[in-house]
């Protein structure tokens, strides 16, 4: 089955911090490079940070130095550690593969994503 929860966001204050956890079913995450995308109001989603299956993490410029991504292999799991959020950091923040991963329903292929967690800063 697949399956992404994410989880961890929450309202913090600028400057604060928030760990954001991400459990996938096996199917999507072995051996598959993993990321870390948001999706503020009225823009598009983007990647934020990327990590593979050995631990090569890259990030956008934007978060680059307050952003950390990791994984646990063993649990599924993959991390976001959020350091000095800014307001514009206020998004929804999904997890997936990386490219986005896909499923076929009668031939049609289409982009999975999880719930996602609500991320919001205050100024």
């Known amino acids: 089955q697949v399956q992404m929860v994410e989880s961890g966001g929450g309202l913090v204050q600028t400057g604060g911090s928030l760990r954001l956890s991400c459990a996938a079913s096996g199917s999507i995450f072995n051996n598959n490079a993993m990321a870390w995308y948001r999706q503020a109001p009225g823009k598009q989603r983007e990647l934020v940070a990327h990590?593979?299956?050995?631990?090569?993490?890259g990030y956008a410029d934007s978060v680059k130095g307050r952003f950390t991504i990791s994984r646990d292999n063993a649990k599924n799991t993959v991390y976001l550690q959020m350091n000095t959020l800014e307001p514009e950091d206020t998004a929804v923040y999904y997890c997936?593969?990386?490219?986005?991963?896909?499923?076929?329903?009668?031939?049609?292929?289409?982009?999975?994503w999880g719930q996602g967690t609500q991320v919001t800063v205050s100024s």
């Open positions: 997936n593969t990386d490219p986005p991963y896909h499923t076929v329903v009668s031939g049609t292929a289409s982009e999975y």
């Open positions: 990590i593979n299956s050995f631990g090569r993490a």
